[in-house]
């Protein structure tokens, strides 16, 4: 047995074992699409927002365990949130993977949770692509949502 | 004779590298190959005693070292039996060799109406210049399929060359390992009016190549993935059909008269090495030759043949159906790379856990997408071997593969 | 703190080869500069130790080789002063870069009626991209005179700039060794709404560069010029240029999607980096960044501006009206390259007999035939210097040019 | 003073300052140019020829000695010569400077003479276009006033 713990945690091969909130929203939720041109991995995210809540959301495409897993989990952590308070956790995260700075402007009380799990990929940083891919995908949603 | 692997791996320093305590295992040679000493050698000596401008300069040091970068180029010629070296043109590497056919002969040859064939398992760097290309130029592009053997499929080739200007194809597939027949696509391209353009980069590393016998017109491949240098890859094409090629890059080496409204072209292969080549490289590359001629590519072959087979029963006896093989059974048929799908696993996380046990393995579409789609995987792993692979290669994959499955 | 020559000397291997028995004095590095024994042992370990595919593999050693090659990035962008290494693309020498912004910048932007401005004093690399575009698209190119004494000639460049869309000139050329007002000739092709492309081949080996003080839009220059490896250059362009503008070759690591029909580009800089890179070469070139960085570029300058002016007074010292220095008298406004006709004798032959006194200089047209034409020379010897040459080299070739005199 | 003495011989040096037969012939003489790209000289050679016979030849343009003094020689060499002849003393001079093999086609009659001080130009391999340049584009220039 190799020292992988630290990687894949038990949460997370449970969230790629059974994704939570797997499968699509027909419109007038949103979809948006993300890739990773590396890997291959690609990733659908549907959004069902009003009056700035994210009322529902499912996740799908296919990769590897890291970027199911933190689909799976992101998607849990943003259903019924408000959109700025999605803006936020999402940032936060980001800052997890330390590919954002942690400039303080994340209210204190905005906490990841399980998703914290995650936080052993930044060890394997070609990993952190695949697990922000879902992230960064939502964010685009967020954003042609408004328009 | 065959090849003594233990001596071989001893020239290569970098396959007794401890990695956590334990040796690794580079099983990513169809990317790049590990450069022996002589070559790591021949460079800094070459850095440290003779370094000069070749070519433009006419004192003695300058003379001495165009005189090595020349017969660099001699050694690549035999190599490939071209028959002479002015066939021999130095790029940056393989991809810049093929763009070079496509915006060199292919501007000047390619209309609206006409068609350049290539297959169904090219890499980007035999696809996207053609591509880019057809953008501009508005000629067809046409594909040859594959037999759900990961053969190409010939039974309607000679159709899709018909009225076909060039053939564009892979001597080896870098993802399935599958070795074309490449002799007979040259003599159906040119049955049908068309060049045969080969992508050597799987093939001239591995086995004797022979350009005269194979009857190609153009033949790409790069040094690096044969015990060479990065920095430097090799077109070679037919004499008469360089010299009809308009430039590609223009500048300072290529020109032989340069006014202000026009210029004139130097002889060949000048007219296609613009600005200061590769110098050291092109030398490691002529040392890196003599290595591998050194050894016999028959022997190479000989060794990659036996560790394909090797391989291929020491993963299927053990793995059974929780693994496939994407590519061709036979070992005659194919070259020692195997790409592969593990009990469903993603390949990034069957590559994360062989890096674990120091196996390193590629995982991804191996720049060969339209492939991909077509064996229906968005990814596959691959572990792929070189002259200097052996047995304990073989078994630490096949070992550490018992673990991906502990994780998943 | 000065540069102390005899420190620097003795890091570069080639300096002190003997031959025939006696020392050798290299005055040929415009040509191409020595490498220190840190960018071969750079190299070399590299390749021993760390050599491993880029970008495309995900195993521990490929992560690692990726960062020495992004680090060099970071390390090159830092040096000329870029906003972001995303600015920095890797091509295989200085002609490659400027046949790129040709070919990419100038195929999607010039046209019939459109105006490309250049120098009298451009290199057939700075010169040829553009005629070899100007045939397909048809625009005109303009060409800035010199004055007497070896300057460009700006008292018409505003006229010579309307209309145009792009003034591509050298930083320094490599026949005069006159250093051009870079940054006004910047905002003169800003105020005529053309885009500002620098070939800095010359300039960037020898004085701090920082393209955000220029202003400029594209720079390029050569590795094998700065101490660096052979087989790479450099292209640093604004990021929302090179982003607007469509891929050069096409091929593995380009690309985000490749369909049958159809492809898309990755993001920068790896659009521009088709194909497997220059590895060991960039990581060759960081070295080196590193290495002119720890003497420091403003010490490199200082110290070929006194060789400059004690060249100058020992050869006109010694020779008079013998000797005639095309370029600059003031070491201010020059860098340390001398071209010159020396009694009448053929270049070659002036060579041919300092080469009898490993005195190495060039003899030729430098490829910059438009420029020779006009100073009214079909060739010229060359003698130029970098940071490790000293005194010594410039009284071997007063010496050896005595010589001369008593052969012809 | 150095150990050039090989190639640039007495000889040469006089050809070199004294030219013969430097200027140009009017037409219908015929006139040839060749170049050297790699150091820039230029060579124009003048041939005036009847019945199978090169009654005169002169040549002008700038090169360095080695270019201008063989150029020289070889005007004295081929005056009144047959076509013939003067092909073959080429052919002779272009395996004196190694870049043609002897195949024994050439009569033994035919000598260089003076010409035969060129031979140190072997030692210098970048010289050798130098020495031929005139030689091939005299060879052009016969090629084309046979057409
Ligand atoms: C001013 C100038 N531009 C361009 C070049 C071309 O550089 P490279 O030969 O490295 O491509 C050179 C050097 O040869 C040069 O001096
Ligand atoms: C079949 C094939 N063609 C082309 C290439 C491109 O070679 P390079 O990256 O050296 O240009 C490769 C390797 O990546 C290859 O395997």
């Given at each position: ?17 059974t994704p ?28 069902d ?17 890291i ?11 943003v ?69 | ?44 000596s ?13 004192y ?16 690549v ?16 590497n ?26 169904h ?16 130029k508005?000629f ?8 759900s ?44 009016g ?76 000048h ?11 092109v ?6 030759v ?6 016999g ?63 390193y ?48």
């Amino acid at each position: 047995m190799s020292n992988l713990e630290d990687l894949y945690r038990e949460v997370i091969l449970d969230h790629y074992r059974t994704p939570r909130n797997k499968g699509e929203l027909p419109p007038p939720a949103t979809c948006t699409e993300g890739a990773n041109p590396l890997c291959g991995d690609e990733i659908r995210i549907f959004l069902d927002i009003a009056d700035g809540v994210v009322r529902d959301v499912r996740f799908s495409g296919h990769g590897c365990s890291i970027s199911q897993a933190s689909a799976s989990m992101m998607t849990i952590a943003v259903k019924g949130k408000s959109v700025a308070d999605v803006r936020a956790v999402a940032k936060r995260f980001k800052q997890l993977m330390t590919i954002e700075e942690d400039d303080g402007k994340v209210p204190a009380d905005i906490r990841l949770g399980d998703i914290e799990a995650l936080q052993g990929v930044v060890k394997y940083p070609v990993r952190i692509k695949c697990a922000v891919l879902g992230w960064n995908t939502l964010l685009e949603g967020l954003d042609s949502a408004r328009t | 004779m065959t090849l003594d692997v233990a001596a071989v791996r001893r020239e290569f320093a970098l396959l007794s590298r401890m990695v956590a305590g334990k040796p690794i295992h580079y099983l990513d040679s169809a990317n790049t190959s590990h450069k022996p000493e002589c070559v790591i050698n021949a460079m800094s000596s070459f850095m440290r005693e003779s370094y000069s401008p070749i070519g433009r300069s006419s004192y003695s040091l300058a003379t001495e070292a165009s005189d090595v970068y020349e017969a660099a180029r001699t050694k690549v010629a035999k190599f490939i039996n071209a028959r002479s070296s002015r066939e021999v043109v130095f790029t940056k590497n393989a991809t810049e060799s093929l763009n070079l056919a496509a915006q060199s002969w292919g501007r000047a040859n390619l209309q609206p109406g006409d068609a350049v064939v290539l297959t169904h398992m090219e890499h980007h760097a035999n696809i996207v210049p053609w591509q880019m290309l057809a953008k501009e130029k508005g000629f067809e592009i046409r594909w040859v399929p594959l037999t759900s053997d990961f053969q190409l499929d010939l039974s309607s080739l000679d159709q899709l060359l018909r009225g076909a200007k060039a053939f564009a194809f892979t001597s080896m597939s870098n993802v399935l390992g599958t070795i074309n027949p490449t002799r007979e696509l040259c003599a159906a391209a040119h049955a049908a009016g068309a060049i045969a353009i080969v992508d050597g980069c799987q093939s001239v590393p591995h086995m004797a190549t022979d350009v005269q016998q194979w009857n190609a017109d153009m033949l790409a491949f790069s040094s690096h993935k044969m015990c060479g240098p990065t920095g430097v890859g090799v077109l070679w094409a037919r004499e008469d059909l360089l010299d009809s090629m308009p430039p590609f890059l223009g500048g300072g080496g290529m020109i032989s008269e340069v006014r202000l409204d026009d210029f004139t072209c130097a002889e060949l292969p000048h007219k296609f090495e613009a600005g200061t080549p590769p110098i050291v490289e092109v030398v490691g590359l002529g040392t890196a030759v003599d290595f591998l001629q050194g050894i016999g590519m028959n022997e190479v072959r000989r060794h990659e043949m036996e560790l394909t087979n090797y391989a291929y029963h020491a993963l299927t006896a053990r793995y059974g159906n929780d693994i496939t093989i994407h590519g061709p059974v036979n070992p005659e048929m194919r070259g020692a790379t195997f790409s592969f799908a593990f009990r469903g696993v993603h390949p990034h996380d069957v590559s994360q856990v062989l890096d674990q046990h120091n196996v390193y393995v590629r995982a991804g579409h191996h720049c060969a997408k339209p492939l991909m789609r077509l064996i229906g995987a968005n990814a596959t792993a691959r572990a792929s071997m070189y002259l200097y692979s052996n047995e304990s290669d073989v078994d630490a994959l096949v070992e550490a593969l018992d673990d991906v499955s502990s994780i998943f």
